[in-house]
Protein backbone atom coordinates (compact mmCIF):
# COMPACT_ATOMS: atom_id res chain seq x y z
CA UNK A 1 0.00 0.00 0.00
CA UNK A 2 1.50 3.21 -0.93
CA UNK A 3 1.89 6.01 1.50
CA UNK A 4 1.01 9.69 1.65
CA UNK A 5 2.83 11.40 -0.96
CA UNK A 6 3.85 14.71 -1.33
CA UNK A 7 5.46 17.21 -3.82
CA UNK A 8 7.42 19.35 -4.37
CA UNK A 9 10.11 18.02 -2.02
CA UNK A 10 11.37 21.47 -2.07
CA UNK A 11 10.38 24.41 -3.04
CA UNK A 12 12.01 28.09 -2.89
CA UNK A 13 9.98 31.35 -3.17
CA UNK A 14 10.68 34.96 -2.62
CA UNK A 15 9.14 36.46 -0.37
CA UNK A 16 5.24 37.94 -1.41
CA UNK A 17 5.07 35.41 -4.07
CA UNK A 18 2.80 32.54 -3.47
CA UNK A 19 3.13 29.04 -2.96
CA UNK A 20 1.18 25.94 -3.68
CA UNK A 21 2.01 22.54 -1.68
CA UNK A 22 0.39 19.09 -2.92
CA UNK A 23 -0.62 16.13 -0.90
CA UNK A 24 -2.06 12.97 -1.66
CA UNK A 25 -3.50 10.56 1.21
CA UNK A 26 -3.53 7.04 1.56
CA UNK A 27 -5.71 4.78 -0.50
CA UNK A 28 -8.91 4.87 1.34
CA UNK A 29 -8.19 8.08 3.57
CA UNK A 30 -10.67 10.78 3.14
CA UNK A 31 -8.88 13.09 5.72
CA UNK A 32 -6.22 15.20 5.26
CA UNK A 33 -4.40 17.25 7.74
CA UNK A 34 -1.69 20.20 7.15
CA UNK A 35 1.54 20.50 9.75
CA UNK A 36 3.99 23.57 9.50
CA UNK A 37 7.28 22.17 11.08
CA UNK A 38 8.85 25.12 11.99
CA UNK A 39 12.34 25.34 13.49
CA UNK A 40 11.87 26.08 17.11
CA UNK A 41 8.62 25.81 17.14
CA UNK A 42 7.61 22.14 16.24
CA UNK A 43 4.70 20.47 14.73
CA UNK A 44 1.89 22.79 14.36
CA UNK A 45 -1.65 21.76 13.19
CA UNK A 46 -2.60 24.05 9.99
CA UNK A 47 -5.49 22.66 8.48
CA UNK A 48 -7.97 19.68 8.20
CA UNK A 49 -9.92 18.38 5.31
CA UNK A 50 -12.91 15.81 5.29
CA UNK A 51 -14.83 14.33 2.12
CA UNK A 52 -14.26 17.73 0.34
CA UNK A 53 -14.47 20.25 2.82
CA UNK A 54 -12.21 22.37 5.49
CA UNK A 55 -12.81 21.42 8.98
CA UNK A 56 -10.87 22.92 10.97
CA UNK A 57 -7.62 25.17 11.07
CA UNK A 58 -5.12 26.28 13.39
CA UNK A 59 -4.00 29.18 14.86
CA UNK A 60 -2.71 30.65 11.14
CA UNK A 61 -3.44 33.70 8.96
CA UNK A 62 -6.07 33.30 6.09
CA UNK A 63 -3.55 33.78 3.85
CA UNK A 64 -2.69 30.08 4.91
CA UNK A 65 -5.27 28.13 2.63
CA UNK A 66 -6.20 24.79 0.55
CA UNK A 67 -8.77 22.65 -0.41
CA UNK A 68 -9.50 19.12 -1.15
CA UNK A 69 -10.74 17.25 -4.40
CA UNK A 70 -12.84 14.76 -5.20
CA UNK A 71 -9.82 12.13 -5.13
CA UNK A 72 -9.18 13.50 -2.02
CA UNK A 73 -6.05 14.97 -2.58
CA UNK A 74 -4.98 18.12 -1.15
CA UNK A 75 -3.57 21.86 -1.92
CA UNK A 76 -2.10 23.86 0.60
CA UNK A 77 -1.73 27.73 -0.40
CA UNK A 78 0.35 29.72 0.75
CA UNK A 79 0.16 33.85 -0.29
CA UNK A 80 1.89 36.78 0.23
CA UNK A 81 5.61 34.47 1.46
CA UNK A 82 6.90 35.69 4.28
CA UNK A 83 10.25 35.02 5.57
CA UNK A 84 9.04 33.03 8.40
CA UNK A 85 6.90 30.97 6.35
CA UNK A 86 9.99 29.04 5.88
CA UNK A 87 9.28 25.09 7.30
CA UNK A 88 8.88 21.45 6.62
CA UNK A 89 4.69 21.14 5.57
CA UNK A 90 4.18 17.88 6.16
CA UNK A 91 0.81 16.30 5.42
CA UNK A 92 -0.95 13.31 6.82
CA UNK A 93 -4.07 10.90 6.17
CA UNK A 94 -6.59 8.80 7.96
CA UNK A 95 -9.55 7.34 7.52
CA UNK A 96 -10.40 4.21 5.78
CA UNK A 97 -9.98 0.91 7.44
CA UNK A 98 -7.44 2.26 9.49
CA UNK A 99 -10.38 4.54 11.28
CA UNK A 100 -9.87 8.34 11.20
CA UNK A 101 -8.12 8.38 15.19
CA UNK A 102 -4.51 7.53 13.73
CA UNK A 103 -3.05 9.81 11.29
CA UNK A 104 -0.05 8.69 9.03
CA UNK A 105 2.44 11.59 7.27
CA UNK A 106 3.91 12.16 4.07
CA UNK A 107 7.77 13.29 3.86
CA UNK A 108 6.59 16.79 3.62
CA UNK A 109 7.54 19.98 0.94
CA UNK A 110 10.61 21.78 1.97
CA UNK A 111 9.78 25.76 1.61
CA UNK A 112 12.26 27.99 1.51
CA UNK A 113 11.36 31.82 1.56
CA UNK A 114 14.13 34.24 0.04
CA UNK B 1 -6.33 24.20 25.72
CA UNK B 2 -4.60 20.86 25.01
CA UNK B 3 -0.42 21.03 25.28
CA UNK B 4 2.11 17.95 25.14
CA UNK B 5 5.64 18.78 26.82
CA UNK B 6 8.84 15.90 26.64
CA UNK B 7 10.83 16.05 28.99
CA UNK B 8 14.06 16.31 27.39
CA UNK B 9 15.50 17.96 24.27
CA UNK B 10 18.19 15.59 23.47
CA UNK B 11 19.78 12.59 25.19
CA UNK B 12 22.81 10.50 24.06
CA UNK B 13 23.56 7.05 25.13
CA UNK B 14 25.84 3.90 23.98
CA UNK B 15 24.37 0.95 22.37
CA UNK B 16 22.59 -1.35 24.88
CA UNK B 17 21.78 1.15 27.24
CA UNK B 18 18.22 1.36 28.19
CA UNK B 19 15.70 4.53 27.13
CA UNK B 20 13.25 6.32 28.52
CA UNK B 21 11.67 9.26 27.12
CA UNK B 22 9.50 11.16 29.41
CA UNK B 23 5.72 12.50 27.70
CA UNK B 24 3.37 14.48 29.91
CA UNK B 25 0.22 15.64 28.65
CA UNK B 26 -2.15 18.91 29.77
CA UNK B 27 -5.95 17.57 28.64
CA UNK B 28 -8.04 15.63 31.28
CA UNK B 29 -10.82 14.48 28.68
CA UNK B 30 -10.67 11.28 26.90
CA UNK B 31 -7.42 11.32 24.94
CA UNK B 32 -5.57 9.14 22.01
CA UNK B 33 -1.89 9.13 22.57
CA UNK B 34 1.14 8.21 20.20
CA UNK B 35 4.75 7.85 19.75
CA UNK B 36 6.20 9.14 16.50
CA UNK B 37 9.89 8.36 14.94
CA UNK B 38 11.56 10.61 12.80
CA UNK B 39 14.60 8.86 11.37
CA UNK B 40 17.68 10.71 9.57
CA UNK B 41 15.97 11.60 6.33
CA UNK B 42 12.93 9.66 6.61
CA UNK B 43 9.41 11.01 7.13
CA UNK B 44 6.95 10.59 10.44
CA UNK B 45 6.31 7.33 11.23
CA UNK B 46 4.11 5.56 13.91
CA UNK B 47 5.80 3.81 16.99
CA UNK B 48 2.53 3.10 18.81
CA UNK B 49 -0.67 4.46 20.40
CA UNK B 50 -3.06 4.06 22.75
CA UNK B 51 -6.29 4.61 22.59
CA UNK B 52 -7.92 2.44 26.04
CA UNK B 53 -7.42 -0.69 27.72
CA UNK B 54 -3.78 -2.41 28.61
CA UNK B 55 -2.05 0.66 29.94
CA UNK B 56 1.35 -0.68 28.57
CA UNK B 57 1.37 -0.59 24.87
CA UNK B 58 4.19 -2.47 22.88
CA UNK B 59 5.07 -0.97 19.58
CA UNK B 60 7.34 -1.78 16.81
CA UNK B 61 10.93 -2.19 16.98
CA UNK B 62 11.08 -3.43 20.41
CA UNK B 63 9.65 -0.10 21.80
CA UNK B 64 6.79 0.09 24.75
CA UNK B 65 4.86 2.66 26.30
CA UNK B 66 3.00 2.39 29.41
CA UNK B 67 -0.31 5.26 29.74
CA UNK B 68 -0.29 6.73 33.64
CA UNK B 69 -3.60 8.43 33.97
CA UNK B 70 -2.95 10.05 37.48
CA UNK B 71 0.01 11.43 36.22
CA UNK B 72 -1.18 12.67 32.68
CA UNK B 73 2.35 10.47 31.20
CA UNK B 74 2.54 8.71 28.62
CA UNK B 75 6.34 7.38 29.00
CA UNK B 76 8.34 5.54 26.10
CA UNK B 77 10.69 2.81 26.88
CA UNK B 78 13.29 0.62 25.04
CA UNK B 79 14.99 -1.79 27.31
CA UNK B 80 17.92 -1.36 25.13
CA UNK B 81 18.81 0.76 22.08
CA UNK B 82 20.78 0.35 18.91
CA UNK B 83 22.95 2.88 16.62
CA UNK B 84 19.86 2.41 14.05
CA UNK B 85 17.78 3.91 16.83
CA UNK B 86 19.05 7.29 16.63
CA UNK B 87 16.17 9.27 15.54
CA UNK B 88 14.09 11.86 16.72
CA UNK B 89 10.83 10.74 19.10
CA UNK B 90 7.78 12.65 18.77
CA UNK B 91 4.94 12.20 21.35
CA UNK B 92 1.32 13.47 20.42
CA UNK B 93 -2.02 13.51 22.03
CA UNK B 94 -5.08 13.70 19.86
CA UNK B 95 -8.44 14.58 20.97
CA UNK B 96 -11.26 15.15 18.23
CA UNK B 97 -9.46 15.73 14.81
CA UNK B 98 -5.95 17.20 15.30
CA UNK B 99 -2.72 16.21 17.00
CA UNK B 100 -1.16 18.10 19.60
CA UNK B 101 2.99 17.29 19.29
CA UNK B 102 5.62 17.68 22.02
CA UNK B 103 9.04 19.26 21.41
CA UNK B 104 10.66 16.29 20.19
CA UNK B 105 13.65 14.73 21.81
CA UNK B 106 16.67 13.70 19.40
CA UNK B 107 18.00 10.46 20.82
CA UNK B 108 22.05 9.23 19.50
CA UNK B 109 23.10 5.95 20.20
CA UNK B 110 26.69 6.01 20.20
CA UNK B 111 28.17 2.60 19.07
Known amino acids: EAGVTQSPTHLIKTRGQQATLRCSPI?????VYWYQQALGLGLQFLLW???????NRGNFPPRFSGRQFPNYSSELNVNALELEDSALYLC?????????????FGPGTRLTVL | AQSVSQHNHHVILSEAASLELGCNYSYGGTVNLFWYVQYPGQHLQLLLK??????LVKGIKGFEAEFIKSKFSFNLRKPSVQWSDTAEYFCAARNDYKLSFGAGTTVTVRA
Open chain 1, 27 to 31: SGHTS
Open chain 2, 50 to 55: YFSGDP
Open chain 1, 92 to 104: ASSGGTSGRDTQY
Open chain 1, 49 to 55: YDEGEER
